[in-house]
């Protein structure tokens, strides 16, 4: 810590007379313009993150408990808990827990407390915390079919919580699921899968999901109307049978505007193959334009980041999906992986906790824009899109459980839809990464690595017009299955717990 100190006072100089004078918000904008700096170089060493560190430190020191205090320490923690992810220093874990617990006692209702709640669970899952702060525990689950086409699932816990549901729709590998994320939430020792040999609702399990428990309703029918009410601490969710919709065209629901983004471009090629050197920015490009054409026939509005060969930044991206009022952001990238083995499809969703691997590839994705960056020189030092881009970044969260859903679904379309006609195509699964052109898009955003360029195999597949095209075919069915669901799942207004009535 100490010497972190000196090299600061070294690294920032001037900057630190400031400082000592700057309000709140000016420190702040300070610490998140080093942060960006960082975030987008693509060898960041540990030495640079400590003015970043440092910065964040320097708020909390002078104003710990102004409006800023918690998002700094929402940031620590994410920052402490990557740099444990990587480097494996167990001071870094304790520092990250160590700041989740003190936002979560300090500033328990600020913005990032539900964030911070979820990092403090995958960091530290046994936490006093939860006990002490009122995790819930889930006693148990039963199903009460009500008839052929009704059923009640009652979920009882020991103290009321927060919940999200969502729904994955029915297709040909399985039926319609429901589930509910339960917020901070353990299982207790007598919390069961339940099955139901009648009724629309064959069985109820649980999962992890982002640190949440995910209650998962297996349902025997394809489309259902779905109440959940909360009862003080117990959770009925009321399922029965809806009439399936009479066509399955194009009503878009509230998904409507779809903005698909062509990976690099320009100066920016992207990786390029093994063996035919394949650029990835002409495929991504061949494969939006024609994912475009995919889901504009099914009645969607498309923008395009991008519709011919040239250069735009990651940021600008991510500014043409706000500004053009997206419902949906669908990045599309090319893979290259060291193993000229390794074959297949990775999807994305922006995520700052993330595994080594996810990372490396992240930082290869932010590589090209940094070096561009660099060569325009200080210019943007200082103009407000650097402070927007950690506010749009915490914003971004917010949307990461949808994100996650459109996600698997065009994964599971591509591998599934692809793999009869092309043979297999492996899929790596829905994972998370810090993909910059992600950070701060106000709407669910996810990334696809199609396949990869170091792969003869898959390399000349994304050569080919028939896999693009199938690559194309599979994002609009998937966009189609998620508007569907959106449609079909009945936005429920919460009640107002008013004592315990049933
Ligand atoms: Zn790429």
Request: proline content about 5%; charged content about 25%; hydrophobic content about 40%.
């Amino acid at each position: 810590m100490w010497k972190m100190s000196a090299a600061v006072v070294a690294l920032v100089g001037s900057g630190a007379a400031i400082a000592q004078t700057g309000s709140e918000s000016e420190l702040w904008a300070r610490a998140v313009e080093r942060d960006r700096a960082v975030v987008a170089s693509a060898r960041a060493t540990r030495g640079d993150w400590r003015p970043v560190i440092a910065g964040y430190e320097r708020l909390l020191a002078r104003f710990p408990m102004g409006p800023r205090a918690a998002d700094a320490l929402l940031r620590l923690a994410q920052l402490e808990w990557n740099f444990y992810q990587r480097w494996a220093a167990t001071r870094d874990e304790r520092s990250a827990v160590a700041r989740l617990r003190r936002l979560l006692t300090k500033h328990e209702k600020s913005p990032s407390a539900r964030e911070a709640w979820n990092l403090l669970a995958t960091a530290s899952p046994k936490d006093p915390l939860f006990r002490r702060r009122g995790a819930a525990r889930i006693d148990g689950v039963s199903i009460n079919a009500t008839g052929e086409k009704t059923a009640r699932v009652t979920l009882s816990l020991d103290r009321p919580t927060t919940y999200e549901r969502g729904s994955v729709p029915a297709d040909d590998t399985g039926p319609l699921r429901v589930f509910l994320d339960v917020a901070r939430a353990v299982l207790g020792p007598k919390a069961a899968p339940v099955e139901s040999a009648l009724g629309p609702v064959a069985r109820v399990r649980f999962g992890d999901h982002l640190g949440n428990v995910r209650v998962v309703l297996d349902l025997r029918i394809a489309s259902a109307r779905v109440v959940v009410r909360p009862h003080g601490a117990t959770v009925t969710v009321d399922v029965s049978e809806e009439a399936p919709p009479v066509a399955r065209a194009v009503q878009a629901g509230p998904i409507r505007r779809i903005i698909i983004d062509a990976g690099h471009g320009g100066i920016d090629g992207g990786a390029v193959g093994r063996r035919y050197k394949t650029r990835e920015k002409v495929v991504t490009l061949a494969m939006a334009r024609l994912t475009a054409d995919k889901l504009r026939e099914r009645g969607f509005e498309v923008e395009l980041t991008r519709d011919d060969d040239k250069y735009v930044s990651l940021e600008d991206r991510t500014t043409i999906a706000n500004r053009e009022n997206g419902d949906l952001f669908i990045s599309i990238h090319a893979n290259w992986n060291p193993s000229r083995k390794r074959q297949g499809v990775e999807t994305y969703v922006l995520n700052l906790s993330d595994d080594r691997y996810a990372e490396k590839i992240a930082r290869r994705e932010n590589g090209p824009v940094h070096r561009k960056g660099r060569r325009k020189g200080k210019a943007r030092v200082g103009s407000g899109s650097n402070l927007n881009f950690i506010l749009a970044d915490l914003a971004t969260r917010a949307s990461v459980a949808e994100s996650s859903r459109i996600a698997k679904l065009i994964h599971d379309e591509i591998v599934r839809g692809l793999s009869p006609h092309f043979g297999k195509v492996p899929g790596h699964g829905v994972r998370q990464a810090l993909f910059y052109v992600l950070v701060g898009t106000k709407m669910p955003a996810v990334l696809v690595e199609t396949s990869h360029l170091s792969n003869a195999i898959d390399e000349a597949r994304l050569r080919s017009l028939a896999y693009q095209t199938g690559i194309a075919e599979a994002i609009a069915r998937a966009v189609v299955a998620y508007s569907n669901r959106a449609d079909r799942v009945v936005p429920v207004a919460p009640v107002a717990p008013t004592g315990s009535k049933g």
